[in-house]
């Protein structure tokens, strides 16, 4: 989502940006097209976001161009803002047994938000080995190589800052122990999240922040 925009639909708005930031991905020189003959031919798909385990305020790995850790991440193939539930919805979602109005189901052990208070459903968990074109969508469009091994690596020396998405914030919480923290002890009043800033703590949750990164084309295999 763009926290810059608060007005503008939660994530919905990364939907819209899709067309320009895949032009501008395949128009660099570090598209598919550009390529030397050893590299891998890359094929377009719809924004997907990767979730990247990595801090994206406080991180010291947001400086780095690799390292590891890579079972921690996630991918979201399909945008999660429209598919969302606001918190303010949340006793609806209880009522349903947890399943969203879109079909994904709700783990109250285990649930996400982004900046402007919106309950997410998970990415896909671990993000596959493999090459993907990513992008911040502000300078840097660049590989990021996901090893088997668990290791992650960033080509023509960018940084995950470079290619952060810097207006997105996302988070993973936890019910603490003993605790019954859920969407339910989350304060409307947090939302939405000062840009730049980290996501707000839940009340009885643990939380881990997430550096959200887009991808606008998969090597084929």
């Known amino acids: 989502a763009l926290a810059a925009h608060p007005a503008a639909t939660p ?10 930031l895949l032009f501008l991905a395949l128009a660099s020189s570090s598209t598919a097209s550009g390529y030397q003959a050893d ?13 990247a385990a990595i801090d994206p305020v406080h991180g010291e790995g947001m400086k780095a161009s690799s390292g590891a850790g890579t079972d921690l991440w996630g991918i979201w193939r399909v945008d999660p ?19 969203a109005p879109k079909g994904w189901k709700f783990d109250k052990s285990d649930w ?6 919106l309950i997410m459903e998970k990415p ?9 074109l990513v992008t911040g969508g502000r300078e840097v469009t660049t590989t990021l190589t996901i090893h088997a091994d668990e290791r992650w690596e960033l080509a023509d020396g960018a940084t995950l800052y470079d290619v952060t998405h810097l207006p997105c ?7 603490a122990a003993g605790s019954e923290g859920s969407p339910a002890t989350a304060r409307a009043s947090d939302f939405p999240v000062t840009p730049g800033g980290p ?6 949750c643990k939380k881990q922040d997430y550096a959200v990164v887009f991808v606008t084309a998969v ?3």
């Open 199 to 204: 996501m707000p703590p839940v009340p009885g």
């Open 169 to 175: 914030r996302a988070a993973r919480y936890t019910p």
């Open 11 to 20: 994530l919905d708005t990364l939907s819209q940006m899709s067309r320009r």
């Open 124 to 132: 896909s968990f671990p993000l596959p080995p493999g090459k993907y």
């Open 219 to 221: 090597a084929e295999e």
């Open 39 to 51: 590299e891998p031919q890359f094929r377009r798909v719809q924004t997907q976001f990767i979730a």
């Open 81 to 99: 803002g429209p598919r969302g539930v606001q918190l303010r919805e949340y006793d609806e979602l209880e009522s349903t047994g947890g399943v």
């Open 112 to 117: 996400w938000l982004e900046e402007h208070g």
